[in-house]
């Protein structure tokens, strides 16, 4: 019983942890989605946005892009096209063109 309660609390930790980092995952993709899909229907009718979503799940695996998307999603919220682009250039600059 004695080597089962640390093995079993290991695997219990583990497993939290891969949790919560799948979690930011699943959150960083739906970010993405959002923010592409603003930028499509506010800005270009045409723009692709299935590439935007590849180019935007990709580079968020570096943190400091990460940051910037959630800063950007968290930024363009509900406002309105307008709003969105006089408050929000600078954090959604470098995720969309």
């Not at 799948?22 to 739906?30: E, H, R, S, T």
């Not at 590849?54 to 400091?64: F, G, I, M, Q, V």
Request: include cysteine; charge should be negative.
């Amino acid at each position: 019983m004695t080597r089962v309660l640390p093995t079993l609390m290991f695997t219990l930790v583990a497993s939290l942890g891969s949790l919560l980092a799948g979690c930011g995952n699943i959150d960083n993709a739906v970010d993405c989605n959002a923010i592409c899909d603003k930028y499509k229907s506010c800005y270009d009718s045409n723009y692709d946005t299935s590439a935007c979503y590849d180019r935007c799940r990709s580079n968020s695996k570096d943190d400091k892009f990460e940051k910037s998307v959630s800063d950007c999603h968290d930024c363009i919220g509900d406002k309105s096209c307008a709003g969105a682009t006089f408050t929000c250039g600078a954090q959604c600059g470098g995720v969309v063109p």
